[in-house]
């Protein structure tokens, strides 16, 4: 099991697994390609770099950046064909209910949204997704069948 | 805005200090609420990468507030308790009561977080001279790394870094620490008016 933290990316090779602990309203991305079951994930935070207050910044932690990364790595390093790769994405929750305005509005949906932006941008097809709502999850994704495994503490176990 | 890597003991200690005061102030309100002597300390005052805060106990299943600080200075607090010691310690206020699933147990939650951050805010305000606000305080139970990650969007912008001032609190009849957390993450643009304030204020 390969342990992705916050702002990270990580990749993986048959046999191994990817996780991540906790997501509230960031977002787990993977993008992989299942005849070489080589897959990668990040664990995106904020929507766009643009938002940044700081000159140097994990690539894993903004959406715009994030895929950008995965792609690279997928394409330059492992050799997978874009066009034959897909994604499966997980959280985008909101897990403080309140009526007031948050300073950045409704992270969770903007980081769904914006991971989905850059998806289609280049390409990439989101095959399975289980977002928003108001619980965290940790996920696991299996290189071997291209599962992504869900955790919640009050809804349980799923599978997309 | 000051780079928290460049903090040195002298600046954390004065951290501390006004975060001493601030707690003993919440402290005894708390005391007065629950009609039970409790102690809350300052252990440390420390720098942490937010990824290895949010990644330590990510999965644990906590009871959270968040209240939004303005005014003088920004910043927030995380009062944060396991479920289990969350229940025990509303089981005064609201015998029979949970902070899962029942209104007033998460009210109740809500309340005494509240009452904390006042008493600490308005403390740490006539120490510094500035006036403070606090927002109503917010609440979700859930995985501790997925409220904490919600909670700390907005810093992460500033830093990888988070100053957290880290209280603790114990039941002195009991003798025994109450195994939850009040945290005060100030933004970092705001450390520079406590230090400007406080260096002020010990020159004259």
Redesign the interface.
Known sequence: MI?V????IKFAECPETLKT??????VGVVIYHDQKQIAGMAHV??PDSS????TT??LG?YADTAVPALLKKMTEYYDCPVSQLKAKIAGG??????T?MA??GS??SRNVEAVKNQLCAHHIPVVAEETGA?????VEFLTETCNLTIHA??KGKSII | MHNLNELRTVHLDLLKESGNIGAAHAASSLSVLLNKPIDMRIPSVHVMPIAGLIDADAEKHVAASYIQVDGGLRGFFFMMFTVDQANTLIAELVPGSNVVDDAMGKSAFCEISNILCGSYLSALSAFLGVPLTQSPPIYAVDMAGAILSEGLVELSLYDESALLIDAVLFDRQKGNRLNGEFLFLPFPDSLDVIFSIAEGKYSK
């Open positions: 342990h933290g916050l702002s990270e602990l906790g997501l509230g309203s960031c935070m904020l938002l940044a207050r700081t910044y994990p932690k929750a909101e897990m403080f209910k309140t007031r300073p950045l992270i969770g108001d619980y965290g999850r940790t503490i009050f």
